[in-house]
């Protein structure tokens, strides 16, 4: 510490925190008897010396495991979910393709495959999106109670149009798009 907060320089910097112990009976503090000196000149006090029902302290030799923050029943999304819904929205367009492959003779009838497949794909992807959208509002409301100025930060990115919105408008626009080339 400096002189300008109060205190001086001189000294060691160590605070020495006197050692309390219960008696029976009322009596004058004695300070204890040195027993063994260290090399750092603090006193130790002897081990009959100690408080009843305390035990000395080791080092850690093991230290537990952080608690993780709970998760709750929402379900937490890595980056690649979208990926993931996108596939499984693909795959069951495949698997429309497969049915109705046998009946589709003219160009527009496979056209209208292709755009079946894109939009149940992009519908995959905006699924899932939206799910962790939804997830967010959740938090937020959450989080509303807690902590109002953080509510503050995330307003505008969940009012108006999220990448969830538009890709569920863009594939409702692509699946109508399948819809109006077969007819």
Request: glycine share 12%.
């Amino acid at each position: 510490m400096s002189e300008r907060n109060g205190s001086s320089s001189v000294g060691t910097g160590t605070a020495e925190i006197p050692i309390v112990r219960p008696t029976a009976e009322a009596s004058p503090p004695q300070a204890p008897e040195p027993t063994d000196v260290p090399a750092g000149g603090a006193t130790v006090a002897p081990e009959e010396e100690a408080v009843p029902g305390m035990q000395p302290t080791a080092p850690v030799t093991v230290r537990p495991r952080p608690r993780m923050p709970r998760r709750g029943p929402l379900t937490v999304m890595g980056p690649w979910a979208p990926v993931a819904g996108g596939l499984l929205g693909l795959v069951l367009g495949g698997i429309a393709v497969a049915v109705l492959a046998g009946t589709a003779g003219s160009f527009e009838d496979r056209l209208a495959l292709v755009f079946v497949v894109l939009g149940l794909g992009m519908l995959g992807s905006a699924g899932i999106l939206l799910a962790d959208e939804v997830r967010m509002m959740r938090q937020r409301a959450r989080d509303a109670v807690v902590r109002p100025q953080w509510v503050e930060a995330t307003a505008g990115l969940l009012n108006g149009l999220t990448p969830a919105r538009l890709l569920l408008l863009s594939s409702g626009f692509v699946l109508f798009l399948a819809a109006y080339v077969s007819r």
